[in-house]
């Protein structure tokens, strides 16, 4: 029967199947392979989200690790050029936002980890180095995204020195262009540029980023509006490390202290912070200090440090009550029966796609 069925329904059946069985499917033959071609991305997230480690010296691979299965694979990133650096993921999509690096103004670019693609975007309207970079995904606007870069250095109009960018603009991947949505505060700029690390959170029509300036604080582009926003981080001054991350739609701040005490805090319509939990001390004892980097998703929050060192995850669990529990996660030291070395790297969450992008 399953040899019979044509191909575009073939392809919707194997749209439900989580990454790591869809990739075993696609092995049994040929017509279950050629499928892959027709199959159509879904964004809904009903599967758990995939942990993507990409070393910071080298692009032109990654590993990532399997939450069903819990194991470890390493992807071949060839068609990446080597001058890029990861800063964001389109996580529904699949995919990781990169930037080029070398003192030039930057472009970005798209891939797909898992099936190879690469895209360039286009040419910023204001060439700039170094801006702070979002992402923002509309799944009811036809799963499109859009890119937002905020300040950064641009050459001055007279050439030879450069200034601070007060500008933001946008990629429409419906359009496929960049247009300037607006302006900001010199102030904003110079932090943004300077002090932020890339990772961005969307909540309530708002786009955050964080700056690591002791102490740290948050600035947010309202869309509605096109103002922008300070927001403080608790115990900001005190904090080793903090990030942004996504939890149920609305912003939430993950930071450790140098007592190795690890807090989530949540913001609240007014604009105040409520303390929602507090990591195990078992766990966070050993794993909090300058190195720790923490990154989130709807649905999970990883704090990690090289690739060898392991994880803890905080994330929901679906087999139960739907209730957010601590767990730890082995790093990856050897695999394919070779060891690795303890390699530093950048760690983000996707949604493996094995479809076909219609944006790269």
């Known amino acids: 029967m399953w040899e019979n069925l044509p191909s575009d329904l ?69 068609r990446v050029p080597s001058m890029t650096r990861p800063v964001s993921t389109i996580g529904g999509h699949g995919l990781i936002v990169l930037k080029s690096i070398g003192g030039l103004p930057i472009r970005l670019s798209i891939c797909n980890p898992f099936t190879g693609e690469f895209r360039h975007l286009p040419n910023l309207k204001k060439p700039r180095t170094n801006p702070a970079v979002g992402v923002i995904e509309r799944f009811s606007d036809n799963n499109r995204f859009n890119v937002y870069v905020a300040g950064g250095m641009c050459e001055a109009a007279s050439g030879g020195a450069t200034s601070y960018e007060p500008t933001i603009e946008m990629f429409d991947s419906r359009s496929n262009e960049w247009t300037i949505v607006g302006s900001m505060p010199l102030e904003f700029a110079v932090r943004l540029t300077v002090w932020t690390p890339n990772e961005s959170v969307y909540s309530n029509g708002v786009l955050y980023w964080m700056t690591s300036a002791r102490a740290y604080s948050i ?93 803890i995850v905080w994330g929901r669990n679906q087999d139960r009550t739907n209730k957010w529990e601590w767990s730890s996660i082995e790093g990856c030291n050897w695999l394919n029966g070779k060891t690795l070395k303890n390699y530093p790297i950048r760690g983000l969450f996707l949604h493996p796609n094995l479809a076909s992008s219609p944006f790269v």
Do not use: Q
């Not at 690890?262 to 766990?283: A, F, H, Q, T, Y």
């Open 10 to 78: 073939l392809a919707n059946i194997f749209s439900y199947l989580p990454p790591h069985s869809l990739a075993r499917a696609m092995t049994t033959c040929h017509h279950w392979y050629n499928c892959r071609r027709s199959i159509r991305p879904r964004c809904n997230h009903r599967h758990e989200p995939w942990f993507v480690a990409l070393p910071t010296r080298n692009v032109n691979i990654c590993f990532v690790h399997n939450p069903i299965e819990k194991t470890w694979h390493l992807l071949n990133l060839a």
């Open 219 to 311: 600035m947010g582009f309202e869309m509605n509006t096109n103002k922008w926003k300070e927001l403080s981080v608790p115990t900001g001054d005190t904090l080793e490390f903090a990030a942004l991350v996504p939890r149920d739609r609305k912003l939430t701040v993950v930071g450790g202290t140098h007592g190795g005490n690890v807090s989530v805090w949540e913001l609240r319509e007014s604009d105040e912070w409520n303390l929602i939990e507090k990591m195990p001390v078992g766990l966070s004892e050993n794993f909090v200090g300058g190195s720790t980097k923490c990154v989130g998703i709807e649905g999970g929050v990883c704090l990690y440090k090289e690739i060898g060192s392991g994880m």
